[in-house]
């Protein structure tokens, strides 16, 4: 999706944003035009006007001063998307949208809701099915150009995310998706070093090595830098990303119905934190960002880790194997010790980690859990800003007590109670700085649709963490 900042409108697709108070006589209304008007957004919503060869979509907010700001905004994102659908069934190329009298949050939550709804993976599809809308022009004095422009990054990064996490690992193994990191971060200026299986080795990481022992495809272990020379930031911020491009659960085979159908989308948090970084680059945000994404696949195969093994990690303490469908906490649990090396202001990962987590909140929100309480207040807000809400869930020392083994240092899995809780204390075993944890399982992938998050993959977070360090 393309966007512009334009100043006059040229489009045949004109959209006006208003809300019950508007002035709305600047359009010029006939009596029946205004007649309309009334009728169809009498509790809100978009009258569609014919004025031959344009279309005019005037949307009217009426609940704008009774609800919370980032309950409107979220509402403006949905009455966009559903407007977008429309505009490709009249084959509209591009549209012009203006607001009356609203502030920019308004007018860009709408263009977003569009041009995110807009979103088509088509990788496996013939020619014929792509969306007529390919750009958004945005023609409001409120609205800057530097706003558009991050607005378009962001969506890029999203759907880069989303094409990521829905293509098949038949398309997508762990050198394949090492390769698409690089032509990001060629687009973006980021710097990046991909670790092969013999670097893995010499560096003893030994989680990663594990999971991918019963695989045919050599892991990756890939590092992106991006450093603003006015960074705020004297210590890098380092985001790990859980990057498993499918998951069969192991030796400890998936056991419930169709459980492996959408396994695609365990590297989800991979997906987003690559975004995240490529989306900063490109908006010249004034931070220092690291990221790390160690990927493989976790299959039954060859020489594959078992129940019962004791795996060596890359910081020295040795894991007791439980439960081999817990593969994401020991490759991740490698990259964060591998993080502290570089002395952070924090490490924050995501990842699709737990069933737990899915169900304490379906799509709703992502689990966030941690060590830094002033990192988890920002997200709090961030995540309301854009619509990508925080569940804060405790992360009390007592809960690392059911981590305890017999015969090592730790075991990979606490039982079946507070399942994304252990995970996170399993995690901040191995991170020596301010660790947050972010469990996307239930956003991050949508087997259904639900407004402009498409079915699939939904890039759930980027939005996210891109307002987080934006404000920082």
């Keep these: 999706m393309q966007y512009a900042k334009i100043k006059k409108s040229k489009s045949d697709y004109k959209i006006y944003l208003a809300n019950a108070s508007s002035d709305l006589s600047s359009l010029n209304l006939s009596a029946s035009e205004t007649e309309h008007l009334e009728i169809q957004t009498k509790k809100g919503g978009t009258a569609h006007i014919q004025r031959l060869p344009e279309h005019i979509f005037i949307y009217i907010n009426r609940d704008d001063e009774k609800k919370e700001n980032w309950w409107t905004l979220e509402e403006f994102r949905k009455a966009g998307d559903s407007l977008g ?41 013939k020619p014929g099915k792509e969306n007529s809308l390919a750009k958004i022009n ?26 990521l996490v829905n293509t098949p690992v038949q398309d997508m193994t762990a050198p394949i998706m090492a390769e698409e990191f690089k032509k990001m971060a060629k687009d973006a200026d980021i710097k990046i070093k991909v670790m092969g299986k013999s670097q893995i080795e010499k560096e003893k990481m030994g989680g990663l090595l594990a999971v991918n022992r019963g695989s045919i495809d050599e892991p990756r272990f890939t590092i992106m830098e991006y450093k603003n020379p006015n960074a705020k930031n004297k210590k890098p911020y380092v985001l790990v990303g859980k990057g498993v491009v499918y ?57 594959a880790y078992a129940p019962g093994d004791v795996i060596t990690m890359h910081n020295g303490m040795t894991v007791e194997v439980l439960n081999t469908d817990a593969e994401g906490r020991m490759i991740l649990a490698d990259a964060i010790s591998y993080a502290n090396r570089y002395e952070p202001e924090f490490i924050m990962d995501a990842a699709t980690l737990t069933g737990a987590a899915s169900r304490a909140f379906s799509h709703h929100g992502l ?54 809780i252990t995970a996170g204390k399993f995690l901040e075993k191995y991170a020596e700085h301010p660790y947050i944890h972010l469990d996307i399982a239930g956003p991050s992938f949508l087997k259904k649709g639900v407004s402009y998050r498409t079915t699939g993959g939904t890039g759930f977070g980027i939005r996210l963490l891109f307002d987080y360090f934006a404000n920082k």
């Design 247 to 303: 998951d069969t659960g192991g030796l400890s085979l998936k056991p419930t119905a169709n459980s492996m159908d959408f396994m695609k989308s365990d590297m989800g948090g991979a997906a987003v934190m690559s975004g995240t970084i490529f989306a900063i680059a490109k908006a010249k945000l004034p931070v220092h960002v690291i990221c790390l994404i160690p990927s493989t696949d976790n299959r039954p195969g060859g020489n």
């Design 85 to 125: 659908r429309t505009l490709n069934k009249l084959k509209a190329k591009d549209t012009d949208i203006s607001s009356l009298g609203l502030g920019s949050d308004q007018t860009l939550a709408f263009s977003e809701g569009m041009a995110l709804g807009n979103y088509q993976f088509l990788r496996y599809f």
């Design 138 to 163: 945005i023609c409001d004095d409120s609205v800057s150009k530097k706003q558009v422009d991050n607005l378009g990054f962001t969506t890029d990064a999203v759907y880069y995310a989303r094409d």
């Design 367 to 420: 689990v966030a859990m941690g060590n830094e309480q002033s990192v988890l207040d920002d997200l709090h807000k961030s995540g309301y800003r854009q619509f990508e809400r925080v569940c804060e869930m405790p992360f009390w020392d007592d809960y690392a007590e059911l981590l305890k083994s017999e015969i090592a240092d730790m075991q990979n899995v606490g039982g079946a109670e507070a399942g994304s």
